[in-house]
């Protein structure tokens, strides 16, 4: 392979591009997982972990990519045959149904178009439907993708709190917001979610290798009589364990020194300031796609994702083609289609350690790309972009990404 100058622009939308000071961080000597040390450092990260969540419950670390935390969601607090109530808003929110399908699971799996969130009325039908045919309540729990990478579509994860509290229904409520969490706003605790389910490698800016469950109390309850097998996974030595700054395994000790890096990163910049910091990139960015003459996947504007835009190639073009092309011409990797969507979008990630320029950088790729490959689009797409950005820069209380 040959030397290409400049760094590699990643924008996909996940694993994001890890900052120099994270990357500095986790480059450093291994250290003693049992020492003193490393304990005091585990106990300021589960601490620093609960504002990101927006939480005073425990937040479980496994040395895992998202999907373990996933199953681990699963097998604490259900049983065998249990009905789940799911939607398939996409292709994430699917892989999350055939796990749980395999794990002896009941899965009521609600479809959609797969170019919107979950719709809060649906959920309280469901449930209502439910309470009606079942003294007492047939459906354990229901299962929500915050935000579907694969789609660019988010679901209202507070309404459809209010949903199933005006079904009056004792389901416990899991969400997953592995391309969420530190980019839009999620409240664990407000929002009264039992599991939260995160990654490492989108918001919180460090490479995949850590996942997270925040547990409430209730979802702590009910993992006690819960009865699909578990061990790896189990909640409860992780938590005994978590007390004191340890665990009961081998923890990614590097990744988790990247951790408490990010987290400090977090917080100098404010919570409140990464979430509108992403929403005004987000913006700019549907709106140079608009200028270009192409559709947004997502078809509901107040469901936007704010860390992803799925772009929806004109019939007759391959995505992939074109990502291909942009990969070569520019040295930038973009989402591809997943599942029924491969070929017919591409996604632009603009999420996690990004900036103004950043974006600049990434739509004058995807534009000039879009040239290089022949797709049929109008010119001024980076520039509608600019405007925004210039725009949102001169309001007095905005403080400059
Ligand atoms: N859920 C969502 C919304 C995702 O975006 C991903 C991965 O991108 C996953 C689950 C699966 O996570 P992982 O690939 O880290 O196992």
Redesign the pocket.
């Known amino acids: 392979m040959s030397h290409r100058s400049g760094r590699h622009f990643l924008q996909i ?2 694993p994001t591009n890890v900052p120099d000071r994270v990357l500095r961080a986790i480059d450093r000597a291994t250290v003693d997982h049992r020492g003193p040390e490393f304990g005091r450092m585990t106990l300021e990260v589960l601490e620093g972990l609960k504002s990101v969540f927006q939480t005073k419950q425990p937040v479980v670390i496994y040395p895992a ?4 935390a ?1 199953e681990a969601a699963l097998v604490n607090t259900l049983s065998p045959g249990d009905r789940v109530l799911m939607f398939e808003t996409g292709h ?1 929110a699917s ?2 149904n055939k796990m749980a399908t395999r794990l002896g699971l009941s899965i009521e799996l609600v479809p959609t178009d797969w170019r919107r969130g979950v719709d809060p009325a649906a959920v309280e039908a469901k449930l209502e439907e439910d309470r009606a045919q079942s003294s007492k309540a047939a459906i354990k729990a229901v299962c929500v ?1 915050h ?4 789609t660019g579509a988010t679901s209202r994860i507070g309404a459809i709190r209010k949903a199933i509290d005006a079904a009056g229904h004792p389901a416990l409520y899991l969400v ?1 917001t ?2 969420s969490l530190a980019s839009i706003d999620y409240r664990h605790d407000e929002w009264g979610v039992d599991v939260t ?1 995160a ?1 490492s ?2 918001g919180l800016m460090l490479p ?1 290798g850590l ?1 997270f469950n925040c547990v409430s109390e209730k979802a702590l309850k009910a993992s006690k009589s819960a009865k699909l097998a578990r061990s790896y996974w189990s909640w409860d030595e992780m938590l005994a364990n978590n007390k004191t700054g340890y665990f009961p395994y081998t923890p990614a000790t590097n990744l988790l020194y990247g951790l408490h890096e990010a987290l400090k990163m977090l917080a100098e910049e404010g919570l409140q300031n990464v979430f509108a910091r992403h929403a005004r990139h987000a913006e700019a960015t549907r709106r140079a796609v608009r200028a270009w003459g192409l559709e947004i996947l997502c078809s509901v504007p107040e469901e936007y994702s704010n860390s992803l835009t799925t772009v929806m190639m004109p019939a007759g073009h391959d995505a992939d083609r074109l990502r291909k092309l942009i990969l070569e011409a520019y040295d930038m990797s973009l989402g591809t289609g997943l599942g029924r969507l491969a070929g017919k979008v591409f996604r632009i990630g603009h999420l996690g350690d990004f900036n103004d320029l950043t974006l600049a950088g990434t739509l004058a790729g995807v534009e000039m790309g879009l040239e290089l490959a022949g797709v049929p689009h109008k010119k001024g797409g980076v520039l509608a972009a600019f405007e925004h950005l210039t725009e949102s820069a001169r309001a007095p209380s905005r403080k400059v990404a």
């Open positions: 939308p996940g990519s998202g999907t373990g996933w994430f892989l999350w993708v935000n579907e990478t694969s997953d592995i391309s389910v990654g490698q989108k995949p996942s």
